[in-house]
């Protein structure tokens, strides 16, 4: 369920655990909004001294470290860590959500009744800016009261704040990786491909663009083009040929083709 568009927000004081990508563009946008991070933490001195000198925040390595003089914790490390990270940050008593897209609720609430999820549905780099304002930002909360305060500080970053529960938020992950992860590795393949040739990538550049564009504007399945959904198959088997001597990437492509070519049945009728 959508919630609603940005407001102003109340100054909130935020600790970041982590220093990752995630960390850092959500560091970024906090500060732009004119939240207080008060510490970022990271097992990595070198990571937590070099996000928290960019967004006037103290840098810790140590959990023990910890100010409790804060509104909320950020937990933005790798799944695993989460439960550990929470079970320190319990005796503190204080609001604590973590940026998970496949982790549930109660990892947390296993820990602290005072639980919610602040997950931002987006691909980061820390070398790439994001208008933060456009991010999707998913959150759940253990309480109506939790709720509010997660979806005041979401709307002070973000201008698309969504309801999305952790069965939800599971599926939303796994159509991420889906649209955007694997694309990516294929972009890697064709790349490949055409290093091998002399070809340069560039090439391919504003293809790719359109695609991507195209889907802002339709549903997937009424812009697909390509020999699968034509049923092209004197071309497919061209191309498999070509990856004779490939066949990890010749089983991709019967995958994929089979997929397209199943997809395209489906939503004709065939």
């Known amino acids: 369920m959508f919630v609603s568009s940005q407001i102003f927000a109340k100054t ?10 995630i960390a850092t563009h959500l560091g970024a946008a906090f500060k732009n909004a004119g939240h207080r991070i008060v510490q970022v933490y990271s097992r990595s001195a ?35 860590a989460i439960p550990g ?60 009261t939790i709720h509010a305060t997660l979806k005041e500080l979401a709307q002070s970053i973000s201008n698309n704040v969504y309801d999305i529960d952790s069965v939800q938020r599971k599926v939303l992950h796994l159509a991420a990786v889906f649209a955007c992860n694997f694309p990516n590795y294929l972009y890697g393949v064709a790349q490949d491909l055409l290093k091998q040739n002399n070809i340069q990538f560039d ?36 191309h498999l040929e070509m990856l ?14 089979q997929g397209i070519i199943k997809k395209g049945k489906s939503k004709y009728g065939a």
């Open 85 to 144: 990270i929470a079970s320190e940050l319990a005796k503190y008593d204080k609001l604590m959500a973590h940026t998970s897209g496949v982790t549930n609720l109660q990892a947390l609430l296993n820990y602290t009744d005072k639980a919610g999820v602040f997950y931002p549905l987006q691909t980061f780099s820390k070398t790439r800016e994001i208008d933060f304002l456009t991010v999707p930002l998913c959150i759940e909360a253990a309480d109506e």
């Open 46 to 80: 070198h990571n937590s001294a070099l996000l928290a000198y960019h967004i006037g925040a103290e840098a810790i390595n140590n959990i023990d470290s910890i100010n409790p003089a804060v509104d909320i914790f950020i937990i933005a490390v790798s799944d695993d």
């Open 12 to 21: 909130m004081r935020i600790t970041i655990i982590g220093s990752g990508n």
């Open 203 to 238: 090439l391919l550049r504003p293809l790719i663009l359109e695609t991507a564009q195209k889907v802002q504007e339709h549903f997937p399945a009424d812009v697909q083009t390509g020999p699968a959904i034509r049923e092209d198959f004197k071309t497919m088997d061209t």
């Open 244 to 257: 004779a001597g490939e066949p990890g990437l010749e089983q991709v492509y019967k995958i994929l083709s």
